[in-house]
């Protein structure tokens, strides 16, 4: 369509053309005849009858100031008048095209009509000068006759090219298209293959082999995170389903408010999980509309309500001075933080403070158990616990850290673990200046 419509426009353009190009021509040739004769009049040699000069087919009448004829070519038929548009004034020119049965001759037939006012032998005179414009109407008709038959027959042609080239290119599209169309949620092992060396449907092809590989990844992340919270899960209801089958089989014996009392303990390690595995599987966005708290008051508040056990002492220093952020965001970042330092110090938590320009950073140390350096990523992972950890009494579920990191990032910053010489670092980050507001 956009090419038949461009051809139209160009059709349409090039009759244009043609037909000022024909029309400027007669013009000239007019033009032409009327110098010639401006200079028999300017030279005092006009006649009554006018000799056409070697291929010159205009005709031409001189009128006086009276508008009586003085001169005219042979070729007029009697009574012709060539004065059908008004004189121009002395020393101009006018052009006009007009139609035969103004000047004695067929209607529909057109013809190009010149007229300049020239003063010369002590009078001024009106030289009118006229050729026929059929040729051009020829010229024109040809044209039109031609683009109506070459138009639908180039239109047709070019659509069956486009159709098959576009086909041609697009193929490989839509072989990429039924591949990725047989892959299924469960078997993402299956990948496209990419045609057209580096083109742009090559490259399509690797950027979608790289979206699946992308979601393999986040596939098998789902399972082992279902299949990590079906274990976490069991071992609670597995303790509860214990206390209970033993008090029903011996209820005489029984010691029922223990009984519910370990049940409630394992009750709420499975609340703890619900609300950790909610915060996590939820989607968190930076500036989600929390209250904004002073972040130092918030080090400040939650420090001063733990009590670590075991001789732990927390040592707090640096300063962040007009740093705002998101509180309730930000505080379950620092309690998770928190949680695992006193899980693992032996005597001391280190916190510090530091404001940059643009960043904040929130430094937690403790002087526990190193962390290998190649766990140093993994453990921000769900469910990953370090052997040592997963010995001690506390027997935390391996979510804190992920839980920390995700609400970290969630207001625009992250949560690293460092080298350090002795025990472990985590170095948190989060924004200086408020972010902008979530679409």
Request: net charge negative; with cysteine.
């Amino acid at each position: 369509m956009i090419l038949a419509a461009t051809l139209v426009v160009a059709g349409v353009t090039a009759g244009a053309l043609l037909h000022r190009a024909l029309v400027d021509d007669a013009d000239s040739g007019l033009e032409q005849r009327i110098d010639e004769v401006t200079g028999l009049t300017v030279a005092g040699e006009l006649k009554a009858v006018l000799v056409p000069t070697g291929r010159d087919l205009a005709q031409v009448q001189v009128f006086d100031s009276s508008g009586s004829v003085i001169a005219s070519t042979p070729g007029l038929g009697p009574g012709t008048r060539l004065d059908v548009v008004p004189a121009p004034p002395p020393g101009g020119d006018r052009r006009a095209t007009v139609d035969g049965d103004r000047i004695g001759g067929a209607g529909g037939q057109s013809y190009r009509l010149a007229a300049r006012t020239v003063s010369g032998g002590g009078e001024t005179v009106s030289i009118y000068a006229l050729t026929s414009l059929a040729a051009a109407q020829r010229a024109e008709a040809h044209l039109r006759l031609g683009l109506a038959i070459g138009l639908p027959v180039i239109v047709m042609l070019a659509a069956i090219v486009i159709w098959w080239v576009t086909g041609r290119a697009l193929a490989p599209v839509d072989e990429m298209r039924a591949e990725v169309d047989r892959i299924q949620a469960e078997d993402l092992a299956r990948r496209v293959h990419p045609a057209g060396g580096d083109s742009e449907i090559g490259r399509l092809g690797a950027t979608l082999n790289r979206m699946l590989d992308r979601l393999t990844d986040a596939a098998e992340r789902q399972r082992l995170f279902a299949a990590s919270a079906s274990h976490e899960l069991r071992s609670p209801l597995s303790a509860i389903r214990t206390e209970l089958e033993v008090g029903l089989a011996y209820p005489e014996r029984a010691d029922w408010p223990k009984v519910a009392g370990d049940s409630l303990v394992e009750i709420d390690r499975l609340e703890a999980l619900a609300r950790d595995l909610r915060f996590l599987t939820r989607p968190h966005t930076a500036g989600n509309g929390g209250e904004r708290r002073d972040l130092w008051g918030l080090v400040v508040d939650e420090i001063g309500r733990r009590q670590p056990a075991r001789g732990v002492r927390y040592h707090l220093d640096g300063a962040c001075p007009g740093v705002t952020v998101d509180g309730p965001m930000f505080t379950q970042a620092l309690r998770n933080l928190l949680d695992n330092a006193e899980r693992h110090a032996t005597t001391t938590i280190d916190v510090h403070l530091d404001r940059a320009e643009d960043v904040t950073t929130l430094t937690v140390a403790n002087d526990g158990p190193p962390i290998p350096s190649d766990r140093r990523v993994a453990i921000f992972e769900p469910f990953t616990r370090l052997d040592d950890a997963r010995s001690l009494d506390s027997g935390g579920s391996g979510l804190g850290l992920a839980i920390a990191r995700t609400a970290l990032r969630a207001l625009g910053g992250d949560l690293v673990a460092v080298d350090t010489p002795v025990g472990a670092r985590f170095v948190g980050t989060v924004p200086s200046v408020v972010p902008p507001p979530g679409p």
